[in-house]
């Protein structure tokens, strides 16, 4: 059994930016990631940030993870690539699986930052080979240069589904469409603008009704769907297409919380079933934190601050308070709040009032 202070499972930007927040006040912590390269969502991320210089503005995703890793390396933070975590025991103890070796790891904290999976659809021919999820496109283009196709339909208009179709077409690939059930387009208008203006039609209220094809997917039927999500008569469409890509959302991965017995609550706004946590990203039980995407879906810039409060949380837990843990506290809390002022962090401020109220209740 190896014993150790600060676990934090996934090397993503929470995770990666607990790492260094901890570090920052003397604690050593180990990150563990079941993937080979360090970053998580950042490694495939090619667009610019938005936000402001000190949430990284203008700089591309990929570009911060590689910064993010490189710091973790010339502070000499431990990382076990390729090693998951596959269990949570009732004494604390975490197994991890590395080398095809299980280990047993018994940290005094620990951070699931575990990130999200993303949500598929089903409709006749879903299973054809050519039916792919967006972070599927996005790690096949940005992490190994293949395209997935010739020419795409992609279903939903949230950032994701603007994002790449932008990347698809950069790369050359021709996106004949993208449709969307809700009656208003889900991204950052700025995206939705750049797509249209190349000839991409944006399609709101219509939905797939099959894939077409026998071997692989040559096409795809879709039509315009009502109040009530149904089908209007005659408003059938046939789009030829070699691919498909769903981007309809993304589900928090919290099999490790549940297992570690965290108090969790369904909140629509959070992405569903999320851990409730305090300020610092304390759940309900003493010393396991949470951060990211795996507390709620939101963006990576979000998800740095939450791993960083986590970092800082963890801190406290072990060493105690201080005026200079404190302050840096208060000055990520009001850095956090500062990226959900707008409109766009409204969904993400309601969850968040929501899982606090959560918590209320049940004590």
């Not at 949230?158 to 009656?183: D, F, H, R, T, W």
Request: charged residues 20%; aromatic residues 6%.
């Amino acid at each position: 059994m190896n014993t150790l202070d600060f676990l934090i499972i996934g090397g993503g930007p929470a995770g990666l930016m607990a790492a260094l927040a901890a570090s920052d006040f003397g604690l050593k912590p180990l990150v563990i990631d079941e993937n080979q390269k360090l970053g998580g969502q950042l490694i495939k991320q090619t667009h610019m940030f938005f936000g402001s210089k000190a949430e990284r503005a203008g700089t591309r995703g990929f570009d911060i993870g590689t910064e993010l890793a490189g710091e973790m390396e010339k502070r000499g933070i431990e990382i076990w690539s390729n090693s998951p975590a596959v269990g949570y025991y009732p004494d604390g103890t975490v197994a991890v699986l590395k080398n095809d070796k299980l280990h047993g790891l018994k940290p005094k904290a620990v951070l699931a930052a575990t990130g999200a999976s993303e949500n598929f659809v089903t409709f006749p021919g879903s299973d054809l080979p050519g039916v792919y999820g967006a972070g599927a496109v996005q790690t096949l283009m940005n992490v190994y240069g293949i395209k997935p196709g010739q020419s795409v339909l992609m279903i939903g208009s949230g950032n994701i589904g603007l994002i790449v179709s932008y990347q698809l077409m950069q790369a050359g690939v021709q996106v004949k469409a993208i449709i969307e059930g809700l009656p208003n387009i889900g991204g950052y208008l700025v995206h939705a603008s750049k797509i249209a203006r190349a000839g991409v039609p944006i399609l709101t209220r219509h939905t797939i009704l099959e894939a077409v094809g026998e071997d692989q997917v040559k096409g795809a039927v879709i039509s315009r769907i009502d109040d009530k999500w149904q089908p209007v008569a005659g408003s059938q469409q046939n789009i030829e297409c070699d691919t498909i890509c769903l981007a309809v959302g993304l589900t928090p991965l919290t099999e490790m919380l549940w297992q570690a017995g965290c108090q969790m609550n369904f909140v629509p706004e959070l992405g569903g079933q999320v851990a409730w946590h305090d300020e610092l990203m304390m759940t309900s039980i003493p010393g396991i934190f949470t951060a990211g995407d795996v507390t709620g879906i939101e963006e990576a810039s979000t998800a740095m601050l939450e791993g960083e409060l986590a970092g800082l949380g963890a801190v406290k837990y072990l060493k105690g308070d201080s005026k200079e843990l404190q302050c840096r506290i208060d000055d990520t809390a009001c850095r956090l709040a500062g990226l959900r002022a707008g409109p766009f962090g409204q969904k993400a401020r309601e969850g968040k009032c929501k899982l606090k109220e959560c918590r209320i209740k049940q004590v």
